[in-house]
């Protein structure tokens, strides 16, 4: 349910800050009290987001446009569960170490949900909620890691610019040029912010 005024990206992508548990990845990690984390503060760390119509992605004229504007040529589905999935247990696993690429990861979520995690200007584990009808994209560069929900179905979109290259840079890969702009472009200035307005 969409309130008057509210963002309707909210309800189909929710973010907040993670506890430190170490119980199922798939469960919410909600730290206690909840905190969340708004879509301007996502935005502000480099991820911009959508809400489309994932019933009619085919003729979507929304998406078309986003598309021809990014420059996403590339486009494929991927379907994460055990049942769709091959060598699902390994893949899962591989997908929830923390890593980064070299271009941008875009994702749109067609059916089911699942959880990106993200970290915030402080290293601090924010998880974004995906569900059906959003669409994210990760800027190069950036860490992070994906997990199914408790549900154990997605399936997603997944969008390129060019020939697609999906390589994982495990973390550390803090030499890669991709991973310096994207602390010029968003880190590195936040933090340059908060420190002029710590000494105001």
Known sequence: ?????????????????MD?????????????????????????L???SWRLNADEYETDEELRKIRKDRGYSYMDFCEVSPEKLPNYEQKIKNFFEEHLHTDEEIRYCVAGSG??????????WIRIWVKKGAMIVLPAGMYHRFTLDSDNYIKAMRLFVGEPVWTPYNRPHDHLPARKEYLQNFLDNKAANQAVDAAA
Request: proline letters at 5%; zero cysteines; a negative charge.
């Open 115 to 124: 959880y990106f995690d993200v970290r915030d200007h402080n290293d601090k």
């Open 20 to 44: 430190d548990s170490d119980e199922d990845q798939r469960l919410p990690h909600h730290r206690e009290p909840k905190e969340f984390v708004s879509l301007d503060q996502l935005a502000e």
């Open 46 to 48: 480099g991820v911009l």
């Open 1 to 17: 349910m969409v309130f008057a005024g509210q963002d309707p990206r909210m309800e189909v992508i929710q973010a907040w800050y």
